[in-house]
C-alpha cells in the first residue's frame, strides 16, 4: 500500500524565519497532496493543495512543491508568525477499491514558533 | 467544514460496551470518511463511503462497523471487539466520490476513553 513519510517530526523556529517540512510518498499513481494544520484539540484543516499536473503553488506566506519524480513534496512557510504554531499533516492520494481514491497521512510535524 | 457535525464530543465507555459515534453533514458530500488519531501516528482510515448504501473498509477497519442509510449521515461505532479503542475520532466528507480525489474536510472529533 502507500506509505507517506513525513519528516522532521518536530520544528522550532524563531518568528519571521521560514519552515519547511518534506513528506515522500512511494505511490507513483498518487496524484494529489493536500497539507492540514491542525491546532491542539481542533479538527485538522486544509491550508494548501496540489495535484500532480503541477510542481508548484503559493497562497500568501505558504506554498507546496512537488517533484514526481523523486516522488517528494514540500511545504513552506515563509515569515512564520506564533499563529503558524501547530501540527502540519502532509496527504497523499491513493486508488481505493473499485476506481475510487483515498488519503494517506504523514505522521505529522509540531511547528513552534519562538517569539 | 462547519457543516460537518460530530457528537459527542466526549465519549467514555466500558470495558466489553459498545459505543456509536455520530456524523453529520449539510454540505450534500457524497463522500464520508472515519480517521482515527493516535498521538504521533497521524491520521488513519477506519472506514469510508462512497454513496448510500455502500462502503469501504480502510486500514484499521477490525473492532468498528459503519453504516451509510442516508447522505448525510455516516455513524461509526466502536465494538468490543477493539481492544485498545481509546483516541481521537474525525469523520470527514469530500464532494465527489469518483475518480480525482477531492478536498476532503473534516468535523470536530470526538476523544473517546475506555474506563
Known amino acids: 500500500g502507500e506509505n507517506v513519510e513525513q519528516h522532521p517530526s518536530t520544528l522550532s523556529v524563531q518568528e519571521g524565519d521560514s519552515a519547511v517540512i518534506k513528506c515522500t510518498y512511494s505511490?507513483?499513481?498518487?496524484?494529489?497532496f493536500p497539507w492540514y494544520k491542525q491546532e491542539l484539540g481542533k479538527r485538522p484543516q486544509l491550508i494548501i493543495d496540489?495535484?500532480?499536473?503541477?510542481g508548484e503553488k503559493k497562497d500568501q506566506r505558504i506554498a507546496v512543491t512537488l517533484n514526481k519524480t523523486a516522488k517528494h513534496f514540500s511545504l513552506h512557510i515563509t515569515e512564520t508568525q506564533p499563529e503558524d504554531s501547530a501540527v502540519y499533516f502532509c496527504?497523499?492520494?491513493?486508488?481505493?477499491?473499485?476506481?475510487?481514491?483515498?488519503?494517506?497521512f504523514g505522521t505529522g510535524t509540531r511547528l513552534t514558533i519562538i517569539p | 467544514d462547519g457543516g460537518i457535525t460530530q457528537s459527542p464530543k466526549y465519549l467514555f465507555r466500558k470495558e466489553g460496551q459498545n459505543v456509536t459515534l455520530s456524523c453529520e453533514q449539510n454540505?450534500?458530500?457524497?463522500?464520508m470518511y472515519w480517521y482515527r488519531q493516535d498521538p504521533g501516528q497521524g491520521l488513519r482510515l477506519i472506514y469510508y463511503s462512497q454513496i448510500v448504501n455502500d462502503f469501504q473498509k480502510g486500514d484499521i477497519a477490525e473492532g468498528y462497523s459503519v453504516s451509510r442509510e442516508k447522505k448525510e449521515s455516516f455513524p461509526l461505532t466502536v465494538t468490543s471487539a477493539q481492544k485498545n479503542p481509546t483516541a481521537f475520532y474525525l469523520c470527514a466528507s469530500s464532494m465527489f466520490a469518483g475518480y480525482g480525489t477531492d478536498t476532503q474536510y473534516f468535523g470536530p472529533g470526538t476523544r473517546l476513553t475506555v474506563l
Open positions: 505511490d507513483s499513481a498518487s496524484n494529489y
Open positions: 496540489i495535484r500532480s499536473n503541477v
Open positions: 454540505l450534500n458530500h457524497d463522500a
Open positions: 496527504a497523499a492520494s491513493i486508488k481505493g477499491n473499485f476506481g475510487n481514491e483515498k488519503l494517506t
